[in-house]
């Protein structure tokens, strides 16, 4: 679900985070609009925008854990568990982790990829949220989903910065509920120099 849909239609906080996102146009290749959360991050009030809104949501979730997905889940994630009083588990590419991992591997529209955890990072029953900036196919958050039921915890939901149109409404990625909070913008002359 969107958050303009979940009591935050109107909220000058989301348009706030959507202007701070600039769009690439054809990166990294030809009819991609790239959403670079760079300008975001280089915009405190946005920044700090995104981080309330998820706290405001899951703070009384009894989350135990966020897991970010590499790397931009990494940005968002640590904060967001501080805050709730969460762990944060990196989900890393292959061979970035050292010792025993669990690995899932996941299909892209232009091949395969596979994404790593260590096997100490969640214990059974553990209440796990999974973030990232955005979700477009939904194939790396199932990966996400799939590599920590395995591991023994309950994802209560995913959410990212930014979900494609598809995903409006009450979408699930594996039976599990989705948050987003802004659409991907269009691309306009003034977001390549903002």
């Known amino acids: 679900m969107f958050a303009v849909e979940n009591g935050l239609q109107g909220d000058p906080r989301l348009k706030a985070i959507s202007d701070a996102i600039r769009v690439v146009p054809h990166f990294p290749k030809t009819g991609i609009m790239f959403q670079d959360i760079t300008t975001l991050l280089l915009d405190p009030v946005a920044f700090k925008h995104v981080v309330d809104i998820f706290v405001d949501r899951y703070k009384h979730m009894n989350i135990s854990l966020v897991a970010g997905v590499e790397a931009r889940g990494f940005i968002f994630g640590p904060p967001i568990a501080l805050a709730i009083g969460a762990k944060f588990v990196p989900l890393r590419k292959p061979g970035k982790l050292p010792g025993r991992v669990l690995s899932e591997e996941y299909e892209l529209e232009y091949g395969s990829d596979r994404l790593e955890m260590s ?36 994802v209560v939901e995913c959410a990212c910065v930014v979900g494609l149109p598809k995903f409006k409404g009450q979408c699930k990625l594996k039976g599990k509920p989705l948050y987003v909070l802004v659409e991907p913008r269009e691309f306009d002359d003034i977001t390549l120099y903002n």
Do not use: H, M, P, Y
């Open 119 to 154: 096997v100490e990072a969640v214990k059974s029953d553990e209440r796990a949220l999974i973030i990232d900036d955005l979700v477009a196919t939904g194939g790396t958050l199932s990966a996400s989903i799939n590599l920590l039921e395995r591991a023994g915890a309950e």
